[in-house]
């Protein structure tokens, strides 16, 4: 994809390894750098990352092999990732967004992903269906207080 | 034997020594940080703390966050999971905290759960005083 | 493309502007990570990824807009990272790796890249036409001295 | 009026204070870099040094590398515009490089047109030496 539209971007493709949730959460922190962004900006921003990638690890794709895609934009100072699974899809979007609601209590996840991307970033998307993988669409304004 | 404040140097613990270290004494376990704590890490901890819970009869733990700035829910589960372990004997203390550390905390509600100290001499001292009281 | 050959693979792609070349510095240094690098390491590969990505924004696409794209793989310990532009290309490949040379000295460019591509990597390789984009793959062992 | 160690804060370096600072004192420029030197900020730098030596008839640089840990060839680039531009009639130092930046610079062959000192402090000495000696 040519971007024509935004200040900047990136698209990134990852294995679904969970060695990467770390990456992930750098590359999308270290993109923001430009939009010099506070300490607490930058920690929301890898927060909220990383319930997403591992969330596409975790349960898109049961801890199997897949792949996972990360796009990354600017556009008059506000942030947007992107993060997408062609993994399991979510089945019931509105009970899965519910705080502590998780399909995986065994692995112990605490269910609280949803409502870390929801407190730390100003937007939050969820789509998805049964087989048809999830995308997740999050926003957040950088350098606000200014 | 066991010497006090011993730490593992097995090769498992070798290898894992970048991401975290940890020590055992008199029943309590302290796990001291150093890599962000997320999914990955979390897997690769919990059953290396299970594990030395129970062999070593561990009733406190105590895990230092003073080296490291990150963790998501995933660091939440690891520490809900072995609070639910052993709460019926022990208590979890959590030092070191930086501030994003504690809004995570505390947008969880494990504050209302775990001792929180600003440092380890603090978090020692407390469960010494803890100790005398009984 | 799905990877079932690597150990670990990501593939990203981004705009080319220069306030890009940290950030693609960053990706392939962290991208490392799990290969325990030593400091020395990590700092060659840098350098390496540097010089290529710049010379993709200066060279390939004349400072204008264009994107980049940079894979980075893994595999039995050898890190391989090759970044790829559709830019003018390069006409005379032996000419343009020669110490020194430059066709962009007004911009104060040293005609060291590809030098110290050589020099910081064990293996380089570069495929170019003419107004064909150029690509850049390099490779190196990380933790050799072990 | 000049005062000594001046200090820049117009607008333009404000807006540029987190990738590097500059002080002009007595014909010396000093540059202390916060940011990794690479095409983008030498772009950045290039001109506004220009500008300096020109107006304040600086004929000597410093440049403080002890809070960076990376250069590329455009910082090669970026020492040696300068050292052409004084080179008949003053010196450009490299103060505080890490063994990486050593690196490029022995590669580069610039270890041989500039002086190296280990902190600023050296070469500030060596500078006010040569002074009294001519
Ligand atoms: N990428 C995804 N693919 C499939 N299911 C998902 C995905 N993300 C979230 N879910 C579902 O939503 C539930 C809630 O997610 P979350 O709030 O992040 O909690 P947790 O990950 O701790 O379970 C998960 O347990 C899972 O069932
Ligand atoms: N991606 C590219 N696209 C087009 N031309 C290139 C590219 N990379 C290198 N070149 C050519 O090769 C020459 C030498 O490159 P290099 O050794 O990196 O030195 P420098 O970038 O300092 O000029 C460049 O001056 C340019 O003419």
Redesign the interface.
Known sequence: MKNNIYDNYCEITFDSKSENEGFARVVAASFCTGLDPTLEEISDIKTAVSEAVTNAIVHGYNNGPGEISMKCMILDGIFTVIVHDDGVGIDNIHRAMEPLFTTKPEMERSGMGFSFMEAFMDELKVESAKNKGTTITMKKRIGAQV | MEREGEVFTSEEMERQR?DYIYMVSKGCLIISLN??L???L??EM?HVIDGIIDKRGVYRIIIDFSKI??M???G???I??RYKKIRDYGDISIVGAN??IQR?LL??GLHKIVHIYENLNQAMNHQKGGHNEK
């Open positions: 970048m890599a962000e997320d999914h990955h979390a897997e919990r700035d990150f998501d829910s995933a939440i589960g690891l809900m999971g501030e994003s995570i947008i969880s």
